[in-house]
């Protein structure tokens, strides 16, 4: 008997709502933003944006290795006040309700680097629409202008925190609870193991050594008993 295939994200999939519709088929009371809700989140971001001009957004996980956003440029920033924290339960992407998976968001204190893709102004709100449209679907993320410094300079970037009073908000959780979930949850999107070993990888390949995270990765390997994992499906996690 042959398991599915993982969705994996693409602008297509997303554009054609193909996400929503997998949420509403797994979990019909599942409280999703509208599109009502989602302008207005739009229209109140653009609001308290405080420079004009392209827009930089900062990312730190799966936008990182799978953005699907056009973008002009790329830089490393650092994001000082936050860090990279698996403190999301994810019931229906990376796992079930049964096994509910982990995945990041930005929590407060430390601090995180990451990537700044720069968004020209012409086509920003095209593609802001896309990361609402993969981010934002349930609301369990706020998004925030924040400064983050790059090597030429500090820039205001986009960036998406943890909404702490979302119902799946996980808070600060046992390593070992956290081991057990990613090592064992799975969903549409995959293995909740891969979305860690992808985003540890691709920090690696920047030249950003994260002890916390790498300590990580390799007891959750341990855990499932792999030696080596396939790091080439690309998908977001946010729901």
């Given at each position: 008997m042959t398991s599915t295939p993982p969705l994996r994200l693409t602008r297509e999939v997303i554009l054609g709502d193909s996400i929503r519709a997998m949420v509403e088929a797994i979990d019909p009371d599942a409280p999703l933003l509208s599109e009502d809700e989602h302008r207005a989140s739009l229209e109140t971001l653009f609001t308290e944006r405080p420079?004009?001009?392209?827009?930089?957004?900062?990312?730190?996980?799966?936008?990182?290795?799978?953005?699907?956003?056009?973008?002009?440029?790329?830089?490393?920033?650092?994001?000082?006040?936050?860090?990279?924290?698996?403190?999301?339960?994810?019931?229906?992407?990376?796992?079930?309700?049964?096994?509910?998976?982990?995945?990041?968001?930005?929590?407060?204190?430390?601090?995180?680097?990451?990537?700044?893709?720069?968004?020209?102004?012409?086509?920003?709100a095209q593609e802001l629409q896309i990361l609402w449209r993969r981010e934002m679907l349930t609301g369990a993320y706020a998004p925030r202008w924040l400064k983050v410094g790059t090597g030429e300079g500090p820039?205001?970037?986009?960036?998406?925190?943890?909404?702490?009073?979302?119902?799946?908000?996980?808070?600060k959780l046992p390593e070992e609870r956290v081991i057990t979930a990613i090592a064992e949850a799975h969903g549409p999107l995959g293995a909740c193991a891969t979305y860690l070993?992808?985003?540890?990888?691709?920090?690696?390949?920047?030249?950003?050594?994260?002890?916390?995270?790498?300590?990580?990765?390799?007891?959750v390997?341990?855990?499932?008993?792999?030696?080596?994992?396939?790091?080439?499906?690309?998908?977001?996690?946010?729901?």
């Open positions: 420079d004009k001009g392209d827009v930089w957004i900062f990312a730190y996980g799966s936008l990182m290795w799978n953005p699907l956003i056009h973008y002009v440029e790329t830089r490393l920033g650092l994001v000082r006040g936050h860090h990279r924290c698996f403190c999301l339960w994810s019931r229906i992407g990376r796992g079930t309700a049964q096994k509910p998976g982990l995945t990041l968001a930005l929590e407060r204190g430390g601090s995180c680097r990451g990537v700044l893709y720069r968004v020209a102004e012409s086509i920003a820039v205001h970037a986009l960036a998406f925190l943890i909404n702490r009073a979302h119902v799946r908000y996980a808070g070993f992808n985003t540890v990888a691709h920090l690696e390949d920047l030249g950003i050594r994260e002890r916390k995270l790498a300590r990580l990765r390799d007891l390997r341990e855990r499932i008993g792999q030696a080596r994992v396939d790091v080439g499906s690309g998908a977001a996690d946010t729901f």
